[in-house]
């Protein structure tokens, strides 16, 4: 069974950062393609950034892009997302997903329980 | 470019419902378009791929369309079930960087 589990959120002041993490279990991680999309409270989905399965591509949202770095390691099948300069817009539950296998269209196909972020004074 | 679907939508259990998702700009056909559906306190799952697919377990109750003439991509769900109250998010994509829609809460009456 796929499963992605993402940790590392929490309560941080503007300005500060934080470094998530998505474990990845079930499937053979370095062929796959990750995501980070994120919801804040009440409101739709975002997506904010995306590796390939060589982490040779990557891309982000224009509102994460300079302060938002995404990586990977097959070594800990996992996936990250280091968040610097953070603001109060930043307040979200943050999800890692995984795209398909052998594709040519980008999308998510599976999807973890998220990990809140909260960006107060 | 932009996704745009309705805010909300209802109708009756047994019936059949229609989301819209209109693009905003460049044809509908350039990218494929997905459907995800997301239940209070869930993670979104994915309904429909690449247009008209269905993922393994999700029901042929759920279909998708692509209408080029009014560039947009359409989700629908026939034979109504409580279950199927949630909100419903379009996406597609630019090179690899996706695009969601505002999402439509559908509500089953």
């Known amino acids: 069974e796929v499963q992605l589990s993402e940790s590392g959120g929490g309560l941080v002041h503007p300005g500060g950062s934080l470094r998530l993490s998505c474990a990845v279990s079930g499937l053979d991680f370095g062929y796959y393609e990750f995501n980070w999309v994120r919801q804040a409270p009440g409101m739709g989905l975002e997506w904010i950034s995306y590796i390939s399965p060589t982490a040779l591509d990557i891309s982000y949202a224009d509102s994460v892009k300079g302060r938002f770095t995404i990586s990977r390691d097959s070594a800990q099948n996992a996936l990250y997302l280091q968040m610097n300069s953070l603001t109060v817009e930043d307040t979200a539950l943050y999800y890692c997903?995984?795209?398909?296998?052998?594709?040519?269209?980008?999308?998510?196909?599976?999807w973890g329980q998220g990990t809140l972020v909260t960006v107060s004074s | 470019f932009m996704l745009t679907q309705p805010h909300s939508v209802s109708e009756s259990p047994g019936r059949t419902v229609t989301i819209s998702c209109t693009r905003s700009s460049g044809s509908i056909a350039t990218n494929s378009v997905q459907w995800y559906q997301q239940h209070p306190g869930s993670a979104p799952s994915l309904v429909i791929f690449e247009n008209v697919q269905r993922p393994y377990g999700v029901p042929d109750r759920f279909s998708g369309s692509v209408d080029t003439s009014s560039n947009s991509a359409s989700l629908t769900i026939s034979g109504l079930k409580t279950e199927d109250e949630a909100d419903y998010y379009c996406?597609?994509?630019?090179?690899?960087?996706?695009?969601f829609g505002g999402g439509t809460k559908l509500a089953i009456l």
């Open positions: 997903t995984r795209g398909p296998l052998y594709s040519k269209s980008y999308y998510n196909q599976h």
């Open positions: 996406q597609s994509y630019r090179g690899t960087k996706q695009v």
